[in-house]
């Protein structure tokens, strides 16, 4: 432990490891919050710029990217300013970023802002992880990592409802500035509870070659499956900026190998435990954030839901999170961590495959009853892999631990939504083209379903010619939420598939387990 935590120490007591903790969450909440509440504002986003859910789930991805290369500039940054100066500097840059969210005149800027934002978020969720890491011993860490979790898993339940009432209320705009007295209070509260930097240590230059190659391959991939179902995929564009982000993936990986002082230290996966963690991490990220995205956007383009109600259909998952976590974190302490790991992916892959049978007819609360099912599964997870990642680590690898198991869980975000929304759109599109053939004049439902509505609108008032034309817009209509009914089902099931995959890492996890007792 650092002379100046030491310090702390002696100024507050025991008691300094929860104001600590608190410090690092009521930081990370500003940031946790961002993540989900623009969701309930995408449809509203999508209206204001007249544009498509390809360019509309960038304002998601850009966010996760960014946090993605932030989070492996976590531990430099802590050895080169300290943890109160690294979180200050990454609160005020989310402030700035919301503010210029909420102004932001185009879609260019809002990807800006986000960036900025994810940015800020990456440096956060790191370092508040490895706060409690330091301040905790090995046998409270679980318990501590469940107290943080409540308040990590309210922000985002509490936020899709909050957003959905500024939407409804006031503009989509408001979003971007909910967090910003979260932001503020955690300022104040680093300046009290958070260590300075260490007056003799010693820090390593930044890997900027490291940090390039990363950015290119995040941008030129995720930008690249973002436009090419709209450009094409054999279109130069595209085809160039797929080719650029394999090089850069490779580059990456081979300067990392050979890179005095990597970005990311690959050397930690040559710890069988921390690189089975770390394949879970990048499965619970991919469909954590793919859900929590298709959740709001299906019930508010096939259900109709307003965004206030989008919201509230999360916020009772979220209460069961926050009674979960917990005791998740006390089971984590008390169990081997692929018990409730395992436990964790049946109860969310489960309840996601269950999403197989949803339309526009679904209720509310069925809804909200398999989502907080699925939440518990989540509450499971989360502890017992972040400390089977982090106690497998010698202490001196933990801030590089704390920001690899954050990349790589915000890493399977990003390219979690991109999957998904790309497999939703694309069978959006056959559906419809498959229903659409169907419906000719040899099909009498069609026939039948025509001749009623044609009939309802000439008996109110339109001309024969113009109700004929309304009702073949109505069937459009159908056809087209039908159509997208069966692919949101489709990206549910595949959450859910993906999930129950992650038993096969869980069950190595286990093995290693073994050797190592």
């Known amino acids: 432990m650092s002379d100046n935590v030491d310090l702390l120490f002696q100024r507050y007591g025991p008691r300094y490891r929860w104001y600590a903790t608190g410090t690092a969450m009521v930081g990370t909440i500003a940031t946790v919050l961002s993540t989900t509440i623009i969701n309930v504002a995408i449809p509203e986003i999508m209206g204001a710029f007249g544009i498509g859910q390809d360019k509309a789930q960038l304002f998601s991805t850009v966010f996760l990217a960014t946090m993605t290369g932030a989070m492996l500039m976590n531990a430099w940054m802590i050895k080169r300013y300290g943890q109160r100066n690294t979180f200050n500097f990454s609160l005020v840059l989310f402030i700035f970023g919301s503010v210029l969210g909420g102004v932001s005149p185009n879609e260019d800027v809002l990807v800006i802002a986000r960036a900025l934002q994810g940015t800020s978020a990456g440096l ?271 202490p001196a690898q933990l801030s590089q631990g704390s920001g690899a198991t954050n990349f790589l869980r915000q890493l399977g975000g990003a390219f979690g939504i991109n999957a998904i929304v790309l497999r939703v759109q694309g069978e959006t599109i056959n559906q419809s083209a498959v229903m659409a053939a169907t419906q000719t004049a040899d099909n009498s439902v069609t026939v039948e379903l025509l001749q009623k509505i044609t009939a309802l609108h000439y008996h109110a008032g339109l001309s024969l010619e113009q109700a004929n034309a309304m009702a073949h817009v109505f069937l459009g209509q159908v056809i087209t939420s039908q159509a997208s009914t069966i692919a949101y089902r489709e990206g549910f099931i595949i959450v859910g598939m993906l999930f129950l995959f992650g038993l096969l890492p869980t069950w190595y996890l286990k093995r290693t387990s073994e050797k190592s007792a």
Request: overall charge neutral.
């Open 124 to 394: 956060i969720q790191p370092l508040a992880m490895l706060i409690i890491f330091r301040v905790f011993p090995s046998e409270q860490q679980g318990k501590a990592m469940g107290i943080y979790g409540i308040g990590i898993v309210l922000a985002p339940a509490l936020g899709p409802t909050v957003g959905g009432m500024l939407v409804d209320g006031l503009s989509w705009r408001y979003v971007f500035y909910v967090a910003i007295p979260f932001s503020v209070a955690a300022i104040f509260l680093a300046n009290a509870f958070l260590p300075e930097r260490e007056k003799d240590a010693e820090y390593e230059p930044l890997d900027t070659l490291g940090l390039a190659l990363l950015v290119v391959f995040l941008y030129c991939l995720l930008m690249g499956l973002s436009d090419g179902r709209r450009l094409g995929w054999d279109n130069m564009i595209i085809v160039g900026r797929l080719t650029l982000a394999g090089l850069s993936g490779v580059g990456f990986i081979v300067w990392e190998l050979r890179c005095k002082n990597p970005l990311l230290n690959l050397s930690l996966f040559a710890n069988p435990r921390f690189t089975a963690a770390a394949i879970i991490t990048v499965i619970f990220g991919a469909g954590i954030f793919g859900s929590t995205y298709l959740i709001p956007v299906f019930v508010q383009t096939v259900q109709h839901y307003s965004a206030t109600q989008s919201g509230l259909l999360l916020m009772p998952a979220g209460f069961v999170m926050a009674f979960a976590f917990p005791i998740a974190g006390n089971i984590s302490d008390r169990l081997p961590p692929h018990i409730p790991i395992a436990f964790g992916l049946l109860f969310f892959g489960l309840s996601t495959l269950l999403f197989y049978q949803v339309d526009v007819n679904t209720g509310f609360w069925y809804l909200a009853i398999l989502i907080g099912f699925g939440r518990i599964g989540l509450s499971l997870i989360m502890p017992a892999v972040t400390t089977a990642a982090l106690r497998s680590l010698p």
